[in-house]
């Protein structure tokens, strides 16, 4: 247990002192809201189906699975594939350290660290923009839980999968920029042609930014259940995949 | 309990490919021992060791460290084991302090950090980054590591490489307090020098394979090897042109070298020169006082005198016949001969 606390703590400090890691993961998605929250508003738009709803409260959903997509393909397999790379997993598999440990430790402060960039998202837009949330706290945060663990344990997958960190660098880069782009999470999928809109539906952050959409607009199950059911596929997979397929070197 | 041995390795094997990296090795460690395992670069040593530590799986034979299972009972044994690790490294980004109050946090019992830094002579680099410490702080800070549980046996593989004199020199004495305070140690190392001073028995591993294994000194002496007095005369006095036989045993004038003087002293076995050089070969411990006494008391002048001792390199030579120096890797430059 003190093992698991201290190697949170450790993990966090490490984490603030990358400062790139640190930029992409919580200052982009804020900078983009504030970049577009200043070009078009938050007064409701017509592309939101004639409802109450303008481009920030729209967007920070979508900058939800934008912070997670960021932690999942970027920072977990990079970390995590340079710390096997460099041995330093392979000193803490010396100790008594359970592999369990370590991977909780890293995903809980992974998952701290999202929800602080959610909090940042949240906190900006409603100072700012006077951001505007119809659903219901503890079912956007249900479903930011269920996202963010579904994308970790894929993103510990890719970990795996890659054989050196320049290769997890390479292989989360190659799924993470399609994929902030084409699934809603980094512009409106309403905007890109009826082809792509198509192959967005291949994209697993597609479905993390129409659950905390729906979420977030308070949509009923109808529309959350497709998206919800599809995660927790992928976090079953990742799940199993990821403790499968783990190692230490 | 405590007539059990530390760690018992018994017929290890371990294959990449068609490499038979550990070929059948047996050993065992005994409370309260430094054991060493000697040998070149590639020879096994660190795959050995890290069958033993239960890092590495070996294809087949049997691993017993602390009367434990190093896959079965892996958690149990790790909070009782120490290991420094050949290739290991610590998170990016991380502070000294940090690294060893992370590290102690795992084990249920832990050894005072700050007291071990300052052991180490690393007291005043705990704020300081893991990744800006020289190699030498670098390679003391994971031996700190491996000793911040008071583990009761202690793997340190190739802990001195990277280190200046002065750093070997800090490690080994505390190796030794180590042992002292009940430790058990198992070393590797190429270091030929390292392995005779500091360890009380060494297995030399070659190609996979123990070759030897028994105390330094007894493996020197077993050897039965000369060793060596060397020295440089005036070459005007110690003329080497063709002599008659009988002349040679003649006594000679004051101030001249007489070679069949030193060759029937004790001990000598043979004497050679070659231009000003001297080489008196020969066994037992008087051998360097008799041939000084011999030269003083003919008063011949000479200078440069050293002795050449046989030495667990010597052995190593002898068992493998590895002549070049390259097999040795570096250990050539720092075993070089013992000068008294």
Request: glycine share 10%; with cysteine.
């Amino acid at each position: 247990m003190r093992g698991l606390k201290n190697l949170m703590w450790v993990q966090f400090i490490l984490y603030l002192r990358e400062p790139a890691a640190f930029f992409f993961t919580l200052a982009f998605p804020l900078l983009c809201l504030l970049l577009f929250g200043a070009i078009y508003g938050n007064e409701p738009a017509p592309a939101f189906w004639g409802r109450p709803i303008g481009t920030v409260d729209a967007s920070v959903p979508a900058y939800i699975g934008l912070i997670i997509g960021t932690i999942a393909l970027m920072n977990i397999p990079i970390e995590t594939a340079a710390n096997r790379d460099s041995g330093a997993l392979r000193r803490f598999r010396a100790t008594p350290l359970r592999p369990i440990t370590y991977l909780v430790a890293s995903i809980a402060v992974y998952f701290l660290l999202a929800l602080l960039g959610v909090a940042l998202l949240v906190v900006v837009g409603k100072l700012v923009f006077n951001l505007k949330m119809a659903g219901s706290w503890p079912a956007v945060l249900a479903g930011f839980a269920l996202s963010a663990l579904a994308f970790f344990a894929s993103g510990y997958v890719l970990a795996s999968v890659a054989r050196t960190a320049r290769m997890a660098q390479t292989l989360g880069m190659l799924i993470f920029f399609p994929m902030i782009f084409l699934s809603g999470a980094g512009m409106p999928v309403q905007m890109l042609p009826p082809g792509l809109q198509e192959f967005s539906k291949l994209l697993p952050l597609s479905y993390v930014v129409k659950l905390m959409q729906g979420l977030w607009f308070g949509d009923g199950l109808a529309v959350i259940a497709m998206p919800a059911a599809v995660l927790c596929g992928l976090l079953a997979v990742g799940v199993v995949l990821s403790a499968r397929l783990f190692r230490w070197e | 309990m405590h007539d059990e041995p530390v760690v018992v390795a018994d017929g290890l094997r371990k294959r990449y490919g068609d490499l038979a990296a550990v070929d059948g090795i047996s050993f065992q460690v005994e409370r309260g021992e430094i054991f060493g395992m000697v040998g070149p670069n590639g020879a096994g040593k660190t795959t050995t060791v890290e069958c033993v530590e239960g890092l590495r799986r070996p294809d087949e034979g049997r691993v017993v460290v602390l009367g434990l299972d190093p896959w079965r009972d892996a958690r149990a044994l790790r909070e009782r084991m120490g290991v420094q690790l050949q290739t290991a490294s610590l998170p990016q980004r991380i502070k000294v302090g940090e690294a060893l109050d992370l590290f102690a946090s795992f084990y249920r019992q832990a050894a005072d950090g700050n007291a071990l830094l300052e052991r180490l002579g690393l007291g005043d680099t705990r704020s300081a980054y893991v990744s800006q410490l020289s190699g030498g702080q670098r390679q003391r800070l994971f031996v700190a590591l491996a000793l911040i549980n008071q583990p009761e046996v202690v793997f340190l593989d190739e802990l001195t490489t990277g280190l200046d004199p002065q750093g070997r020199h800090a490690i080994w004495d505390l190796v030794r307090e180590m042992r002292a305070e009940g430790a058990t140690v198992v070393l590797t190392t190429h270091f030929m020098d390292e392995a005779e001073r500091l360890c009380d028995r060494v297995a030399i591993v070659d190609h996979g394979r123990i070759i030897a294994l028994d105390a330094p000194a007894t493996l020197v002496r077993r050897l039965g090897a000369e060793a060596r007095v060397v020295f440089e005369v005036d070459g005007v006095l110690a003329d080497t042109s063709p002599a008659p036989a009988p002349s040679r045993l003649s006594p000679a004038r004051a101030g001249q070298l007489n070679l069949a003087s030193l060759g029937v002293l004790d001990g000598v076995l043979r004497v050679e020169r070659a231009g000003e050089r001297v080489v008196v070969y020969g066994q037992g411990d008087g051998l360097v006082s008799a041939v000084v006494h011999a030269l003083e008391t003919d008063g011949v002048r000479y200078w440069n005198l050293r002795t050449e001792q046989p030495n667990l390199e010597d052995v190593f030579l002898a068992l493998t016949g590895h002549s070049d120096a390259a097999a040795l890797g570096t250990a050539v430059t720092v075993a070089g001969p013992v000068v008294h």
